[in-house]
């Protein structure tokens, strides 16, 4: 099962792609411990998950085709 | 004002169709608060003036400098120094003498904002710090105020619409996205890493738009949905939003739980175990096999230094790099300790306390005759 993963604003700093793809995660709580696990630096910034352009409101399963986005508070004016 | 000269100056969007005169009278009959004169408010404001909203609060305490000019176009370089909400005031009403104009040049905080806020139908943030969103979001769901929501970063933009029902009676907030601000330096701000002049004028002009939408009516403002917009690719991306119990949790109850609210401090690093050292102490951690030094300065920061073995991570990729460093023990360093110890405090994190982690308090500048280094 391929997830297909965007990330944005400073999140992209981090993981060095706007897109990433994750194979073999069956929830979001197991897509975020992969990530931290990749990018370690992750763990350490604040960011929200959502799923199929909808947010989540705990841990969510994921299905094939799915798309997950990793959007960071944005602070600027 | 007569419905004839209202044509004379709004007949292009009078004429429009689903907005006619009855838009143009609720625009004339509205008061929003635009709290932010900057990259955000300034094309906000200039629009907004333009299109007849009766009453625009601006609410703004800085200066005007020579780098808000690459962004803020209602200033030029002969207003440097002098205040934004005053200058922008004094511009708009050029621009638009039939909108009263009301600036507010001082700094909103828990004391006064439920005050003015109070006064204004719905309010625009062009705020550019985490601390002011927050209180602004908070004051906005106690006041039952709608809330334009912008906010940009290097290349991308955040535009939302907060605390108004859609059809279904569902309405969110901003802490239903981020129920609790980051920490200070957690997230670069413009200054730290820069922006694309014209982006805020895209997501400020974009917030102006949804507060027409909002005042007459016409067409779907963007209740309960974040749109993400990416100026280099020009792509947007839009999510859906819905509450949360973390950001419920995170209200303030009533206005005196307001009133007692820090936002600046909520902002502020939380307790920390990195313990920051002197010259002594970097010697003798540093003899323990399991250590490593390391330098956070940027490539090509002098002085060089030769007199011991350390790494070397910029602060620029250190985040990234977080995961390459093995060692237990971690001594961090830069010129003056402040990098160093925001370092320490990501690797801490990171690692929680797996890892002993310290930082040269004073940096190179004060301990480099102690370390053999010739500034």
Redesign the interface.
């Known amino acids: 099962m391929q997830i297909r993963i965007?990330v944005?604003?400073?999140l992209t700093?981090?993981?060095?792609s706007s897109t990433l793809t994750l194979a073999d995660v069956k929830d979001t709580d197991m897509l975020v411990a992969e990530l931290n696990r990749?990018?370690?630096?992750l763990?350490?910034?604040?960011y929200?998950v959502?799923v199929n352009?909808?947010?989540i409101?705990g841990n969510t399963i994921l299905n094939e085709g799915s798309t997950v986005?990793l959007?960071?508070?944005?602070?600027?004016? | 004002m007569q419905e004839k000269n209202l044509y004379k100056r709004y007949g292009r969007q009078m004429i429009l169709k689903g907005f006619g005169d009855a838009a143009q009278q609720k625009l004339l009959r509205a008061r929003l608060l635009v709290i932010?004169a900057?990259?955000?408010?300034c094309p906000a404001l200039q629009y907004l003036v333009a299109a007849g909203v009766g009453t625009i609060g601006i609410v703004d305490d800085d200066a005007v400098t020579l780098s808000n000019l690459h962004r803020q176009i209602l200033y030029s370089v002969d207003d440097i120094g002098l205040a934004k909400a005053e200058v922008a005031a004094l511009k708009l009403g050029r621009l638009n003498p039939e909108v009263t104009i009301i600036p507010y040049s001082i700094r909103l905080g828990p004391h006064n904002a439920l005050d003015i806020i109070r006064q204004y139908d719905l309010v625009l943030?062009?705020?550019?710090?985490?601390a002011s969103?927050y209180m602004i979001n908070d004051a906005c769901v106690l006041l039952g105020k709608p809330l334009i929501y912008?906010?940009?970063?290097?290349y991308?933009?955040?535009v939302a619409v907060f605390n108004v029902n859609d059809k279904s009676g569902h309405k969110v907030d901003y802490r239903?996205?981020?129920p609790?601000p980051?920490r200070e330096g957690?997230?670069?701000?413009?200054e730290q890493?820069g922006?694309l002049g014209v982006l805020?004028g895209i997501i400020g002009t974009m917030q102006a738009a949804e507060a027409i939408k909002l005042i007459t009516g016409i067409g779907t403002p963007l209740l309960n949905r974040?749109v993400?917009y990416n100026v280099l690719t020009n792509e947007m991306?839009?999510?859906?939003?819905?509450t949360?119990?973390a950001g419920n949790g995170g209200l303030p109850k009533d206005e005196a739980a307001f009133l007692s609210m820090n936002y600046s401090e909520a902002c502020d690093a939380e307790e920390t175990s990195v313990i920051e050292i002197g010259v002594e102490q970097f010697r003798a951690i540093s003899r323990k096999p399991s250590a490593v030094i390391i330098d956070v300065r940027e490539k090509g920061e002098l002085p060089l230094l030769t007199g011991f073995e350390h790494r070397q991570i910029p602060m620029s990729v250190?985040?990234?790099?977080?995961?390459s460093i093995k060692n237990d023990t971690i001594i961090l360093f830069c010129q003056h300790g402040i990098r160093s110890l925001y370092a320490a405090e990501?690797v801490e994190?990171?690692?929680g306390t797996s890892k002993e982690v310290y930082s040269l308090k004073g940096g190179i500048i004060k301990w480099g005759d102690e370390l053999g280094i010739h500034m």
Not at chain 2, 38 to 41: H, K, Q
Not at chain 2, 150 to 154: D, L, N, P, T, Y
Not at chain 2, 318 to 323: A, D
């Open positions: 965007l944005f604003g400073q700093d981090i993981v060095e990749r990018y370690p630096a763990a350490a910034v604040k929200m959502a352009k909808k947010t409101a986005a959007l960071p508070p944005f602070s600027g004016g | 932010g900057g990259g955000l408010g943030d062009g705020t550019d710090n985490f969103r912008g906010a940009v970063s290097q991308e933009g955040q239903d996205l981020f609790e980051p957690e997230v670069a701000n413009c890493a922006v805020p974040l993400t991306y839009e999510i859906s939003l819905t949360t119990a250190f985040r990234k790099s977080i995961g990501l994190e990171v690692f």
